[in-house]
């Protein structure tokens, strides 16, 4: 009976151990995992408050001044397609984006959210893209990166990053970036 209870015991033993070893290899993989897609030193976050709906334009592509042409590529297209030369906050600014004051701690949980991750990331929208938040990531208070959002169909776009970004945007990802940047408000 004693050695049963030896062999029960050394194998508990045993088994915490390895699960410790398991432990460790996890936290590296995380470390490994947070690599930034911005080497930025501040992060600031621009919202507005449209919809689809409420900011559909009459007329031919003809009729549209150059103003709405630049709103609709900001909301729903894929301006800028580059990091710009110029001044991308006023541009932002002109079309009613409002900054964010994010503290210390909201840019470093963007940050990590902005991050390289292995994950399986499948690309299917089912809606246009309403990229109401807009991250612009600085370094040295110059522009390095930005990073459109669509919170409803999680579509994103993001320039500037030298790391691959194609696998980003999972849901959790999304939601945990939302709540940090809107916690009081219930996602649509």
């Known amino acids: 009976m004693k050695k049963v209870i030896f062999i029960i015991t050394a194998i508990v033993l045993l088994s915490c151990n390895n699960s410790k070893k398991a432990d ?13 897609f911005f080497d930025a030193d501040k992060i600031d976050h621009y919202f507005v408050n449209y919809t689809l709906d409420s900011i559909i334009i009459s007329g031919g592509e003809s009729k549209k001044s150059k103003k709405e042409k630049e709103f609709e590529g900001l909301f729903m297209g894929y301006f800028p397609d580059s990091v710009p030369k110029k001044n991308f906050e006023e541009t932002l600014l002109s079309h009613n984006y409002k900054k964010s004051n994010l503290t210390i701690k909201q840019q ?62 999972l849901f959790e990802e999304l939601d945990k970036l939302h709540n940090i940047v809107r916690p009081n408000e219930k996602k649509s």
Not at 25 to 36: A, F, G, I, Q
Not at 111 to 132: G, H, I, T, W
Not at 144 to 158: L, N, S
């Open 108 to 169: 470093k949980e963007i940050e990590n959210v902005f991050s390289e991750k292995d994950s399986l990331q499948m690309s299917a929208y089912a809606c246009v893209p309403e990229y109401r938040d807009i991250f612009i990531f600085k370094k040295k208070q110059k522009t390095i990166g930005i990073a459109k959002i669509c919170f409803k169909c999680g579509r994103f776009q993001i320039i500037g990053s030298k790391i691959d970004t194609q696998y980003f945007g």
């Open 24 to 36: 460790i290899n996890k936290e590296k993989v995380v470390k490994k995992e947070l690599r930034p």
